[in-house]
């Protein structure tokens, strides 16, 4: 698959009050398309420091990785995304070997990030899927954007759901409900062994403060 590189633009809180935030991640080489990826607080921290080139007094998880490989002889050599489903974006970190063979783990997207940030190796995207996930319907501003309801995980769904209730569209709380209910009908069918249905490609419109 043909794989796109792409860089962390930027961070900012979604909701309000909220523990959640959209990392914003942009294609290089002249590209326009953006995805937003919504994580929690703890990983939105450990990417805030690798961006800042912060040295903690003690090291934290992803340092001690880095160590940890360093001393083994092995090094980071780029991160890719391969899948997006049901909020939860899905990596490969590929890594080279002292004796130069490369292998590849599955990894979580923000840890892949967070370790990027700290070595300065590429990331990376399957062009279907940035083609499919890229936000759409961006402000003048950047402000306000619309992105696939697939990217977004069932917690934020639950937490745009009530903002809407509290804010009497309860179209839209409608909508973000059935969304809910098709997942966890889906996630019952998995238990069961079942054939779990398509996932939805709608989309969910989040305003950034």
Partial sequence: M???????????????????????????GGGFRKLALIIGKQEAQAIKMGQMSYTPPRPFTHDLMLSVMEKGGLVPVKGVIYEVKDGIYSSYLFVRCADETIFQVDARTTDVISLSLRKKFPLYVYEDILEREQLRNISADGSTYCV???????????????????????????????????????????????????????TLRFSIH
């Fill in 2 to 28: 043909n794989e796109i590189e792409i860089r962390v633009l930027d961070m900012s809180a979604v909701l309000k009050p909220s523990d959640a935030f959209a990392l914003v991640l942009e294609e290089l």
């Fill in 148 to 202: 696939s309801i697939n990217t977004i995980d069932i917690d934020s769904l639950k937490k745009a759901m009530d903002e809407a209730v509290e804010n009497e569209d309860y179209e839209r709380a409608s909508q973000l409900r059935d969304e809910i209910r098709k997942r966890e009908k889906k996630e019952d069918k998995y238990c069961l062994k079942l054939q779990k249905k398509p996932f939805s490609l709608d």
